[in-house]
């Protein structure tokens, strides 16, 4: 099946298309919807500039969408990005990330429903520390680029979240309830690398925090590099 993917540039959307493509799906594009709102319900913010770097390491074409990001709208504004992908590429299908989030799968799955397309959620409820574990043994490449909750604060931001990140978080969720994987709204994150990047992204920036707990990385450089 011919498929769009809604690309945030986090770790959810990218391992939704690495999944996709596993399973044998041709994936047609990429959707990312560039949000002027940073309260946005249904899409990331950080790190949406950068998109069309990811896109060229992954050598897969792109439709950057604009949408004020206000409640409600933000869902037509993707439904018109969708049927754009749809006419432009004839994709058959969309695939999100989605994972624990009610509100933005029913909202995609209305879309694709009006559209006349199939909707592929292969992150659905999947566990947190299966999710984790399989993009690390998966080799993709995660960095931390938003904290919005105790106990994180600005030395996480830029930081890999590897295994001993991993270590990390599974105590402050002991502790603090700390979703594993930013579920709770803990957390944002970049893919600089993985399997199905042909070529990796370098990139650095500085803490840029609202209060000790939020805030995110001011990204200063981000380019495509050789592998």
């Known amino acids: 099946m011919k498929l769009a993917v809604l690309y945030s540039g986090g770790k959810d959307s990218n391992y939704a298309l690495y999944l996709a493509q596993k399973?044998?799906?041709d994936v047609g594009c990429l959707v990312s919807m560039k949000s002027k709102n940073q309260e946005s319900y249904m899409f990331q913010t950080p790190g949406n500039d950068f998109v069309s770097l990811q896109a060229e390491c992954l050598d897969i074409p792109l439709i950057h969408f604009e949408t004020s990001g206000?409640?409600?709208?933000e869902v037509e504004d993707m439904k018109a990005a969708l049927k754009q992908?749809?006419?432009e590429y004839g994709i058959e299908g969309v695939v999100s990330g989605a994972i624990k989030?009610?509100?933005?799968?029913?909202?995609v799955q209305r879309v694709c429903f009006e559209l006349g397309l199939e909707c592929y959620n292969p992150l659905w409820q999947i566990n947190e520390e299966e999710f984790i574990e399989s993009l690390l043994k998966d080799q993709f490449d995660i960095r931390i680029i938003g904290v919005f909750s105790y106990p994180l604060d600005s030395?996480?931001?830029g930081k890999k979240y590897d295994f001993s990140m991993y270590e990390k978080f599974k105590k402050m969720n002991e502790t603090f309830d700390v979703s594993l994987i930013g579920e709770g709204?803990?957390?944002?994150?970049?893919i600089v690398d993985g399997p199905n990047f042909k070529k990796k992204i370098f990139l650095e920036g500085t803490p840029e925090m609202d209060s000790e707990n939020s805030g995110i990385i001011n990204i200063s450089k981000c380019e495509v590099v050789e592998k």
């Open 23 to 25: 399973h044998g799906h």
């Open 185 to 190: 709204g803990e957390l944002e994150t970049f």
């Open 85 to 87: 992908a749809k006419e």
């Open 70 to 73: 206000e409640k409600e709208s």
């Open 101 to 107: 989030s009610a509100y933005q799968g029913q909202r």
């Open 155 to 157: 030395s996480f931001l």
